[in-house]
């Protein structure tokens, strides 16, 4: 199975995607394929000596090769003639963010049929919209936070009391995310995140939570499922911190849970999972409080996809790559335009 | 304001988009650019005197000139020139179903940036996944039938009384849906239905239930609503019944219902779009059963735009034509890269 790396994209985490790339490199063997999306919506091959974080910051990218989407793949336009671009065999996704992660990528993939690994439309619009998440949660029977939600032009009355988080509704890694401990410190909070959203998602601060991350993928009726990971925070992980996050390689300790939780935490990643995520690798972030889980949040593209939980990370990745979602080939026979035409009555159109 | 349909589509409501757009034709002013999208994923330039039902059935649209996606519109590609396709501002997204219903059609003309009257991504999803919107019309305090979920390789047990209506969970104009009377129709049913989806919704078939649609748009804080029909049926209405729909361009009479009813209907039709459907103009079905308003489902392109509900379709396309949602541009500065490389541990890649 060869890869190509699709990283990049008009996103607040766009160099969050940089750095994800350039970990992935040194975890998988026989990637060769960099596929970078500018800011500005142009993708282009990037040579494997290019991959450091210096070819984007200095724009160095601009003068590789540019691609264009193509049915089954990416296309090298020559001045005389065009190729497409070789050297793999299924895209990874790992555009975090928005394009990314909000079901733009998966939709372009799929319409120029073109293999991934990552999220589907449905999985990208219900993961990164949190409001969203919450919903799914419900209708899966796991629990989440409680939540209020703020638009841009409404008011701002909050009937929870404090400390606060507040979170753009639709990003993720943190960015615009702020601990709110009292009323004086709001209103700026609230500024941070509407700079980044139009609606902004308010919980209460739980004191003294554990968070849990679990990460894994399906394939067929098997399960791939890393360590749980109990991330080290300092409050809370701030964007800087998650951010060194996305560059990881090494793998890490387990986290110390007593079995029933453990088993519990599987469980309901599996429920989150399973059938919505189907084709990815994907974080699930849960709070565990006294004794009763929640559900925190999806990464449907975690950072440097995980690949410090799983002991073996290429052989889970390969294994998804096989065994990839397929869409239903659609044909049209045209036979109901046929039937409109010769039963067509007084209400109908005359084709013309 | 110029407009181009586009229609077609790799979709069950292949032919539904054809008969769609030619009964648009006739009602719009200025419109003289048709794309049409094949079931193969070509787009194809036809010109307005071939817009005649036969023209596809026929594959004459082989013919027409081929286009390509590009960024700010579609492109006709020469054999030693390029040049945009002209001859309108705005595109009409009238293909219904897969594709243009599920996301597909938001995320290529949100990426090429082309302004388009038609669902957003999010909006997308919730309404083309039936269970996505009974969960999303729970969140904004809307009731709506209860249902139960069959997948495709699940035990075909059923806690509900006949009669059912069995319906593909992602599927539009009644394809694939049945009423069924008695346990003997049941397997056949689910057949037909897991024929279109791998996941099956499944509800009580409410006897004696008023059902009532509304459909417009808001443009800024003004709304557009058509008048409120209730749609003639046979018990319940078919593909066939629905397909003749489509190609509704004569007004209808408006229903009769007490004004309580209809301002709640207009209510719940607000709450359900906003800000949601923002960029589109939709029609909502609801039951009434008893008083109670319950949403039965959301078209986010109903067929032909719904124009006969309308009296100044024109006049509200146009305004919702000139205030299309934006997107936040975002352009990265590469400050977290440089950060990373000043400040990085022993755990973060070393941009090699």
New interface residues.
């Given amino acids: 199975m060869k890869y190509a790396i699709l990283f990049g994209g008009?996103?607040?985490e766009?160099?969050?995607s940089?750095?994800s790339a350039?970990?992935l490199k040194?975890v998988l063997k026989n990637v060769e394929t960099f596929i970078f999306l500018d800011?500005e919506?142009e993708f282009y091959a990037i040579p494997p000596t290019s991959?450091?974080?210096?070819h984007?910051?200095d724009r160095g990218f601009k003068k590789d090769e540019k691609l264009?989407?193509?049915?089954g793949g990416f296309l090298k336009r020559g001045l005389f003639k065009s190729s497409m671009l070789e050297g793999f065999d299924v895209i990874l996704n790992l555009i975090h963010g928005?394009?990314g992660e909000?079901?733009?990528i998966?939709?372009?993939l799929?319409?120029?049929?073109i293999p991934y690994i990552g999220p589907r439309?449905?999985a990208s619009?219900?993961s990164f919209?949190k409001?969203?998440t919450?919903?799914?949660a419900?209708?899966i029977g796991i629990k989440s936070v409680e939540y209020e939600l703020l638009?841009i032009d409404s008011k701002r009355e909050i009937a929870f009391d404090f400390p606060l988080i507040v979170k753009p509704l639709r990003l993720g890694s943190s960015i615009g995310v702020s601990v709110v401990k009292q009323k004086s410190e709001l209103d700026f909070a609230l500024d941070v995140a509407f700079e980044f959203d139009?609606?902004v998602l308010i919980e209460p601060f739980i004191e003294g939570i554990e968070e849990y991350n679990v990460a894994g993928c399906r394939v067929g009726s098997e399960w791939y499922i890393g360590k749980i990971e109990a991330p080290k925070k300092d409050g809370y992980l701030d964007?800087?911190q998650k951010?060194?996050d996305f560059?990881?390689?090494?793998s890490v300790l387990e986290a110390q849970i007593d079995n029933r939780v453990q088993e519990e935490l599987i469980d309901s990643f599996k429920k989150v999972y399973a059938?919505l995520f189907e084709g990815a690798l994907v974080r699930c972030d849960f709070f565990v409080k006294d004794g009763e889980i929640l559900l925190n949040e999806i990464n449907p593209i975690p950072g440097s996809l995980a690949n410090y939980l799983f002991d073996d990370f290429q052989g889970a990745l390969d294994s998804l790559g096989t065994s990839l979602p397929k869409n239903r080939?659609?044909?049209?026979d045209?036979?109901?335009?046929?039937?409109?035409?010769s039963a067509?009555?007084p209400?109908?159109?005359n084709?013309?």
Same sequence: chains 1, 2.
């Fill in positions: 008009a996103s607040f766009h160099e969050i940089i750095v350039i970990a040194k800011s919506g991959m450091k974080s210096t984007f910051s264009t989407l193509s049915k928005a394009q909000d079901g733009t998966a939709s372009l799929d319409f120029y049929e439309k449905e619009v219900i919209n409001r969203f919450k919903l799914y419900d209708g638009k139009d609606e964007f800087e951010y060194m560059s990881r390689t090494q059938n080939s659609i044909k049209p045209y036979a109901y335009i046929g039937l409109v035409k067509k009555g209400q109908t159109g084709g013309r």
